[in-house]
């Protein structure tokens, strides 16, 4: 949600004060699969992720808790951050995710002054890639 509200407060307030603005790992502007964005991701598998979810976050977390981290993350952490995750509204969870996957900022983003270095750049994490498109430009 935070890089979407970013593109809205830039579309509705500009970005003259805004020297710089990087948005890592963003599901921005578009992120299902449609006739028009092929290159999204197919909707049944944000269906079947929100159900894995409803049949048992404590496991979904146990299991995946990892995989959103950074490889050097200790056990603890990892711990705790599942834990976090646990304590969260099931529905609200389930709500966000639709809003995260369903909302077409496409048209939004287009309209912000700030422009993306790279249409690579909101979808690689730069610690995690050797591509050219995940290091900004000099």
Known sequence: MGPAEIVRYLNRHGAARISRLVLISSALPFMMKTLDNPQGIDASLF????????QDMSRF?????????????????VS???GMGAQAALKALVELNHTITETDLRRTSRRSSCRPWSSMATRTNPRRSTSPESVPPK
């Not at 269906?47 to 409803?54: G, Y």
């Not at 977390?61 to 952490?77: C, I």
């Open 47 to 54: 269906a079947e992720r929100r159900k894995q979810w409803l």
């Open 80 to 82: 705790w951050l599942a």
């Open 61 to 77: 977390l146990g299991e995946n808790a990892r995989s959103f981290v950074l490889p050097s993350t200790s056990p603890e952490m």
